[in-house]
């Protein structure tokens, strides 16, 4: 069984959560794209990590595999590695040779942006390098001639990060087809979320991968006929880090309420994170994209004593209705077009099955489901592991 995991909104869904309440289920974790942009944060019995590179499988003891897809900063991995084992973890992990290295020019470059809002862990030079097709792999730090050759004075520094590492690089590739193969079970966890990817989101205001699902196929060699699942991450509101376009924000005290409630503050830049309502024409579209096949609902609980509640079903772009997703410029000029459903006061973080919830509450995911045309499979009512709904 293959399960991709993804967001379906601008990062922060509570993904972390989520790899980590499956994670019992598979036997492997990979990530398949983004570096240390990405922060997953997961609550174990009310200790709270905040992983960047490390797939949330880590945490279960799962085989983690940091897929060709990525781009890694050594120095920060090596730290988060250690951070791991300190908390008494030991890491079961292997990072793709084929993964590309984030170098101290890429963070200068990064240092500079302006425009976008970047997360400053230079990802976005990384992948231009890539591209360009001059960038450094993680299996050529190990090849000291190589390295100085292509880094010459700054090579010593390189080639020490490799020799620590050394022992988790390798061909991911073909150790995860053929762990498939021998039946394994795998769990790829997406990071960011779909309007932050490269082609499908508000472009320029993304990230520089393939967030989406897709991005799994090739983030880690493995063919989409070994897909069987997508579950689409879907936040019970919308919050974005960041510049760029959001036609839902709520710049009032409603905003606020929710990224209090929320703790809507970033996990990887510690920035506030812009608030508004759930954004069904977003959702529907990302469900699509994706191939989503069920919906994972997270933080029901922060809209408790919010009433009336909206959800944004469609689009005014001048003068005309619309359901689909408009170029980034146009969704500047997106008016939302909201259906009110009535709140709930109840505090719902103690809810284990959908019966425990305010009748409001479970009308607001019947709501989610027909409007994403997709089916609800969970219900997050909390950062705890235990407080998720199955349904
Ligand atoms: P990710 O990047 O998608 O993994 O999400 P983040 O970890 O950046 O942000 C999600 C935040 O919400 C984290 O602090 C989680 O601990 C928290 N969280 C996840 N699910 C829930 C939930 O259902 N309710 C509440 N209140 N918090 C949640
Ligand atoms: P997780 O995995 C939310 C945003 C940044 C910026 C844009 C580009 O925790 O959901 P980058 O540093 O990637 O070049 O920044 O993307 N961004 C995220 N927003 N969650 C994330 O990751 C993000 N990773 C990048 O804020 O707007
Ligand atoms: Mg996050």
């Known amino acids: 069984m293959s399960i991709v995991v993804v967001g379906t909104q601008w990062g922060d869904e509570g993904k972390g959560k989520i790899v980590d309440y499956y994670g019992e289920k598979v036997d492997i974790v990979a990530r398949y794209q983004g570096g240390n942009?990405?922060?997953?944060?997961?609550?174990?019995?009310?200790?709270?990590?905040k992983l960047h590179f490390?797939?949330?499988g880590i945490l279960r003891g799962?085989?983690?595999?940091?897929?060709n897809g990525m781009v890694i900063e050594p120095k920060a991995l090596i730290e988060e590695i250690e951070m791991i084992k300190n908390r008494g973890i030991e890491p079961n992990i292997?990072?793709?040779?084929?993964?590309?290295?984030?170098?101290?020019?890429?963070?200068?470059?990064?240092?500079?942006?302006?425009?976008?809002?970047?997360?400053k862990r230079g990802i976005g030079p990384a992948y231009t390098d890539k591209i360009a097709r001059r960038g450094i792999r993680i299996g050529d730090l190990l090849d000291e001639d190589y390295m100085k050759e292509r880094l010459g004075s700054i090579a010593e520094e390189y080639i020490t990060?490799?020799?620590?590492?050394?022992?988790?690089?390798?061909?991911?590739?073909?150790?995860?087809?053929?762990?498939?193969?021998?039946?394994k079970s795998i769990m790829f966890e997406g990071a960011q979320g779909t309007y932050l990817d490269i082609d499908h989101g508000t472009y320029p205001y993304v990230t520089s991968s393939n967030t989406v699902s897709g991005g799994a196929c090739t983030g880690t060699g493995v063919g989409p006929t070994k897909i069987d699942k997508v579950i689409g991450i879907v936040?019970?509101?919308?919050?974005?880090?960041?510049?760029?376009?959001?036609?839902?924000?709520?710049?009032?005290?409603?905003?606020?309420?929710?990224?209090?409630n929320g703790r809507e503050y970033g996990t990887t830049t510690g920035r506030p994170r812009r608030c508004g309502w759930f954004d069904a024409v977003l959702v529907r579209h990302a469900c699509m994209i994706n191939g989503v096949t069920s919906i994972a609902?997270?933080?029901?609980?922060?809209?408790?004593?919010?009433?009336?509640?909206?959800?944004?079903?469609?689009?005014?772009l001048n003068g005309e209705?619309?359901?689909?997703?408009?170029?980034?410029?146009?969704?500047?000029?997106c008016k939302p077009i909201y259906e009110e459903l009535p709140g709930w006061d109840e505090d719902i973080t103690n809810a284990k099955t959908l019966d425990d919830l305010p009748e409001n509450a479970r009308v607001y995911i019947e709501k989610i489901e027909t409007l994403c045309k997709t089916n609800v499979e969970l219900v997050s009512v909390g950062p705890g592991r235990e407080q998720t709904i199955v349904i």
């Open 235 to 260: 936040k019970a509101y919308t919050t974005r880090v960041g510049e760029g376009p959001f036609p839902t924000e709520l710049n009032d005290s409603v905003g606020q309420k929710i990224r209090d």
């Open 37 to 49: 942009n990405a922060g997953h944060t997961v609550v174990i019995n009310g200790e709270t990590f």
């Open 94 to 119: 292997m990072i793709s040779n084929r993964a590309h290295v984030i170098l101290k020019k890429h963070l200068e470059e990064d240092a500079k942006d302006k425009k976008i809002g970047t997360t």
């Open 54 to 56: 490390l797939p949330s």
């Open 321 to 333: 209705i619309i359901k689909h997703v408009p170029l980034t410029r146009d969704m500047y000029k």
């Open 62 to 67: 799962k085989f983690c595999i940091l897929g």
């Open 297 to 316: 609902i997270t933080k029901l609980d922060v809209l408790s004593g919010i009433n009336p509640i909206k959800i944004c079903t469609a689009y005014e």
């Open 161 to 183: 990060y490799g020799r620590m590492l050394s022992s988790y690089i390798g061909d991911t590739t073909t150790t995860i087809n053929e762990l498939i193969e021998n039946g």
